[in-house]
Nanobody, 124 residues
């Protein structure tokens, strides 16, 4: 069974950058899809980015394309979300997630395991 532990996040001014990390224990990410989602107060959960671990195929939500980058370190069994050019509307709790089998990689309901969440706040 996968356990996901997140780190990173915090406060940053608009235009700044942050990097989130997600370490898997219990199993490797091989054969999984690993995704990042976020949820702001009063809003629905939103897909941010995902990667098919073995194939290294990347996917991004429309609102973050060109600003965020998902990456992975196979040796460390860790996924990353590099967030650049951050905006106040990026403020949310960010979650990493893993799924053994998904039909729609952007659908959070299809993910089996979730990290604990980390707050990202973008403000001046």
């Amino acid at each position: 069974q996968e356990q996901l532990v997140q780190s990173g996040g915090g406060w940053v001014q608009p235009g700044g950058s942050l990097r989130l990390s997600c370490v898997a224990s219990g199993d490797t990410f091989n054969g999984y899809a690993m995704g990042w989602f976020r949820q702001a107060p009063g809003k629905e959960r939103e897909f941010v980015a995902a990667v098919w671990w073995s194939a290294d195929l990347h996917y991004y939500g429309d609102s973050v394309t060109g600003r965020f980058k998902i990456s992975k370190d196979n040796a460390k069994n860790t996924g990353y979300l590099q967030m650049n050019s951050l905006r106040p509307e990026d403020t949310a709790v960010y979650y990493c997630a893993a799924a053994k089998s998904v039909i729609t990689i952007k659908d959070g309901e299809q993910y089996d395991y979730w990290g604990q969440g980390t707050q990202v706040t973008v403000s001046s």
